[in-house]
């Protein structure tokens, strides 16, 4: 089974990727598959209801809202970066979390990166198949690096202007 | 024919592949006449990454009794600043310098199209 | 002036820490020159003609004296002894060792400067009005929201890998000194009738290859939603922005393309649906950084000074300094002064580590603290008591950095061009030189007036040429330097790009050609026109005539 990077709880670890990627053109097999946008509008119904694990794998112009009435149906949302230097999926993966309210695993695929952890894990992925033979413990280093952030994203963290108010006791 | 020019990596200085070292002076250019020799001592220079960065051929004239790079930019980069000309290459003085300061005749080359596309 | 907490120190400290590794890692060979570029361009380090160039961020311009001095130290230290102030108030250092690298952005971090954003697709370090704090024309001290965008901005996770850079100017002045409407966004704010600020935003200003100038697109936005509309206006950007022509990739091109309207229905449309609480900074926060900006050094004085007006009596050179480098303060008593880095046949913008050191000494002693840079690639002291003008001039002066040409026709912005840069098709110093040299008399340069020339090596136009009132291009004609000269830019309130004159000049054309432009100028001028308002009433066509007359 293919492995992938998982993040849980300020860690990273590597874990099975338990779903069977679908090409377009193929039938759908039984059990947990991965199947495109364009393959999962087709075949919706077919797709959901039977109990199985369900992913779905975006381009970087494929619109998130256009899931939003099946994503409780969703084990897996995969958003693609054609390029490291294309930061679309950054925008979709906070639309996910933040605004779709999706609670399954937001993986990254396609050119992702080691000097990508940050913005990965702050925007809401939580599952990395690296293109550069990174590896697990990379991620939690490269991930831990900076112990302040500046803005509110999907990961929760608090940001420096929160920090300034919870603790006065900031030094000048 | 050709000559040979990189960045070092270390300080960025401007360097002229001689045939056994790198060379902070233009002067000192092994010049090539042979395409296929020029390109195989690029292709070698480009597997060097620790000491150099984007090393690249640049097309080379006789002039005046020597040897300049054919274009402006290649001139500039093998003298330093014209607007201080105590920083750089050309501070150090001598014929080399001062051929490649008053040599005319300008026109592109490939060197040049490949800088243009480098940060 | 915003100080660095814990917090903000403990980021630039981390962000040392993790550049010294990748330094490492590329000097040992443990990574290729290709994994490495993006990596050391967004420490703003770029690989230029003669050597690396370090591009350092002085957010909205704004200096106190330690920093400059480690600016200077830097200059000394690390490089040759100098430094170039650009159109965007940051300062580059042209002869950068990569081994150095790590240790110059150490010594940047101690004094709360880095080069983060200086580089790459990402929101760049942001610019606001010079004059801010000082001005009596603003209704807010711009800074506050500078450095909430500055702080929001910095790694923002979603807005790392943006289609192309994105840069923000801010205002809060009747007097647009910040070139608002040539930014990816420029921000005025307004003061309404009830009382409450406001900002009035415009998107998808540029120039480059594709200049355009920013509508508006939200008359009226209230200001503690802030960030969470600039988070609106970045995710529309980040999500429909091209990314398959870098030449179209700028917002200005999406604006262009959606129109405003459409793109300001597209924000309003995202703005509806974001957690603006989320996003926003609490009141608590803007009152902190509100706070920090506070001068409560001025002392109370009498709105004329007898020590001032003495010397302008008794020194004209002190008189004609008076006159076109120093502008009025809010405050009784005080002024601004703007400090020249355009003595002539000097490089535009460059200042030396002792030239820096002299600012830095005076911004102490005469200006509590303070001194900006200014997109026309100028320094000022914001805060100098009047009685003190003749002392500040006479130590200036003595450094070079007294020259009495702001906004005249020596004034001249140039990016560094073919001479330093590797993006650039020809040379703008030497033009720059030879134009300054030609009117090095001051009394000359006083009767031209008002006359803003800018010039680009290249068509990025980091020299701001389509907005001069004459703008030079420089341009490659098989391999040779020509420059295309354009008549009737303007970068503030009356913004508007220059149209071109005719066929590119050879390099030994141009000063000539300026000459000749300023004698019609003077020849069609009614009174009190600047040149600009001689051109707007008169067009192209007499200038057009004399610089391309058939040579007799």
């Known amino acids: 089974m293919p492995r992938l990077i998982r993040w849980r709880d300020g860690a990273a670890a590597w874990g099975e990727d338990a779903l069977t990627a679908v090409d377009d053109d193929q039938p759908v097999p039984h059990g947990d598959v991965l199947v495109s946008l364009a393959l999962f509008q087709r075949e919706r119904r077919s797709l959901l209801g039977q109990g199985r694990n369900l992913g779905v794998i975006m381009g970087p112009t494929d619109e998130p809202e256009s899931l939003v009435v099946d994503l409780p149906g969703l084990s897996v949302v995969a958003l693609t970066f054609p390029k490291f230097r294309d930061g679309r999926a950054y925008s979709a993966a906070r639309v996910l979390r933040e ?38 413990e990379q991620w939690t280093a490269s991930a831990s690096r900076f112990r302040h952030v500046y803005q509110r994203a999907a990961d929760g963290r608090p940001p420096a202007f929160a920090e300034r108010n919870d603790l006065s006791a900031v030094r000048v | 024919m050709k000559a040979l020019t990189a960045n070092r990596l270390a300080d960025g200085e401007v360097v002229f592949w001689t045939g056994d070292v790198w060379s902070e002076r233009f002067v000192d250019s092994r010049l090539f006449d042979d395409n296929a020799e020029a390109e195989a001592a690029e292709a070698h220079a480009k597997s060097n990454i620790v000491e150099l960065v984007d090393p690249y ?27 201080k000309p105590d920083h750089g290459k050309q501070a150090v003085g001598g014929a080399d310098t001062a051929l490649l300061a008053t040599a005319h005749g300008a026109a592109r080359s490939k060197g040049r199209v490949d800088l243009i596309r480098r940060k | 002036m915003y100080r660095y907490d814990e917090i903000d120190r403990e980021v630039l400290a981390d962000r040392v820490a993790e550049f010294r590794e990748q330094c490492d890692r590329r000097l040992s060979g443990a990574m290729t020159e290709d994994q490495f570029k993006p990596l050391r361009l967004m420490n703003g380090l770029y690989l230029q003609l003669h050597a690396y160039m370090l591009r350092v961020a002085i957010p909205y311009g704004a200096l106190n004296s330690a920093q400059l001095r480690v600016l200077a130290n830097i200059a000394r230290t690390y490089d040759r002894g100098y430094g170039h102030f650009t159109t965007r108030t940051n300062i580059q250092f042209h002869w950068i060792k990569l081994r ?21 697709n990402c929101i760049r370090n942001l610019t606001a009005d010079p004059h801010a704090g000082a001005t009596a024309d ?58 409450a600020l406001s900002f009035e935003v415009r998107v998808g200003g540029g120039l480059g290859r594709l200049p355009h100038l920013s509508p508006v697109i939200r008359e009226r936005l209230p200001v503690r939603h802030l960030l969470s509309y600039m988070q609106a206006i970045l995710r529309v950007y980040n999500r429909h922005g091209r990314r398959d022509n870098i ?117 102490e002693r005469f200006s509590l ?6 997109y026309e690639q100028n320094l000022l002291l914001p805060h100098v008591r009047l009685d003190d003008l003749p002392e500040v001039h006479r130590v200036l002066a003595a450094a070079g950095l007294a020259t009495p040409n702001i906004t ?27 134009i300054a040299r030609r009117f090095a008399d001051p009394a000359l340069a006083e009767r031209v007036g008002e006359l803003k020339i800018k010039i680009s090596g290249c068509i ?65 001028r009614r009174d009190g026109e600047r040149f600009i308002d001689t051109f707007n009433r008169a067009g192209l066509a007499p200038f057009k005539e004399v610089v391309y007359a058939p040579a007799h």
Request: aromatic residues 6%.
């Open chain 3, 100 to 120: 150095d690298a790590p240790d110059i952005l150490r010594d940047l971090a101690e004094v709360g400067l880095h080069a983060i954003q200086t580089s790459g």
């Open chain 3, 247 to 363: 030449h179209k990739a700028r917002i200005k091109i999406l604006v262009a393309s959606l129109g405003a309207a459409e793109f300001a229905r597209q924000v309003e449309a995202e703005w509806e649906l974001t957690d603006k609480a989320a996003i926003d900074l609490p009141p608590t926060e803007l009152a902190r950084i509100r706070a920090t900006f506070a001068r409560t050094g001025f002392e109370t004085l009498p709105a004329i000074s007898t020590v001032f007006e003495a010397a302008k009596a008794d020194d004209r050179a002190f008189a004609r300094f008076a006159r076109n480098n120093v502008m009025p303060h809010k405050q009784p008593g005080y002024a601004l002064v703007n400090v020249s880095l355009k003595a002539i046949g000097e490089t535009p913008g460059d200042a030396s580590a002792e030239q820096m050191e002299v600012v830095a000494d005076l911004a």
């Open chain 2, 57 to 83: 051929l640049i097309d080379v004239a006789a002039v005046d009794g020597g040897v300049v790079p054919v274009s402006y930019r290649e001139r500039l980069r093998a003298l330093g600043p014209t607007n």
């Open chain 3, 460 to 524: 990025n136009a980091c020299g701001h040429h389509h907005v001069g009132h004459i703008g030079i291009l420089g341009v490659d004609k098989k391999g040779e330097e020509f420059y295309q000269l354009t008549l009737g830019g303007s970068a503030e309130a009356d913004a508007a790009l220059g149209h071109v004159l005719g066929p590119a000049l050879a390099a030994d054309r141009v000063a000539p050609a300026i000459d000749q432009i300023v004698e019609v100028y003077l020849r069609e």
């Open chain 1, 99 to 136: 605004r779709l309210g999706f609670k399954g695993e937001l993986r990254a695929v396609g050119d992702v990166l080691l000097d990508m952890s940050v913005p990965l894990i702050r925007c809401g992925f939580d599952a990395f198949v690296p293109a550069d033979a990174s590896v697990p």
């Open chain 3, 408 to 434: 005249l026709i020596s004034d001249i912005i140039a990016c560094p061009g073919l001479d330093y840069c590797a993006l650039a098709n020809a040379r703008a110093i030497p033009i720059a030189q030879d």
């Open chain 3, 138 to 195: 603003e209704v807010d001290d711009p800074r506050i929201w500078a450095e909430a965008i500055r702080q929001w901005s910095t790694f923002h996770p979603e807005f790392s890998y943006l289609p192309r850079k994105f840069k923000i100017a801010v205002t809060a002045a009747a007097k647009d000194r910040a070139a608002i409407r040539i930014y990816d966004v420029g921000l005025r704010l307004h003061r309404d009738a009830d009382d």
């Open chain 3, 369 to 374: 603290d303070e001194a900006r840079v200014t």
